[in-house]
């Protein structure tokens, strides 16, 4: 089993920056692909962001693109998230979740699915983001 852990969450003020931290523990080697995704008021879960573990290639939804940046550090097992330019419209409760995914290596470079589109195995509790108006 893989466990989640997530801090950083808060309140800021609009057009503030929060960043996120996730670790991951237990059987790390599981896992390929770290992310966010986010559940607002009243609204279905979206996926945020994530990243391809060693591979080091990110994904994001189009909200949040050029906004938002995802990296990893390996030597803790711990993904950030840098959230940017928030917006009212960002706050939610932000789940970092992790999976097990194929990537094929062809002549153009990695094939890679993207992680935003579901397949998640593990979920962390939640962080709540509240972005004032």
């Known amino acids: 089993q893989v466990q989640l852990a997530e801090s950083g969450g808060g309140t800021v003020e609009d057009g503030g920056s929060l960043k996120l931290s996730c670790t991951a523990s237990?059987?790390?080697?599981?896992?390929?692909?770290m992310g966010w995704f986010r559940q607002a008021p009243g609204k279905e879960r979206e996926g945020v962001a994530a990243i391809w573990l060693h591979i080091d290639r990110a994904h994001y939804a189009d909200s949040v693109k050029d906004r938002f940046t995802i990296s990893q550090d390996l030597t803790t097992n711990t993904a950030y998230l840098q959230m940017k330019n928030l917006m009212p419209e960002d706050t939610a409760v932000y789940y970092c979740?992790?999976?097990?995914?194929?990537?094929?290596?062809?002549?153009?470079?990695?094939?890679?699915?993207?992680?935003?589109?579901?397949?998640?195995?593990?979920w962390g509790e939640g962080t709540l983001v509240t972005i004032s108006s």
């Open positions: 237990g059987n790390i080697y599981s896992i390929n692909v």
């Open positions: 979740a992790a999976g097990l995914k194929s990537a094929k290596q062809g002549p153009m470079g990695w094939d890679l699915p993207n992680p935003l589109e579901g397949g998640m195995d593990h």
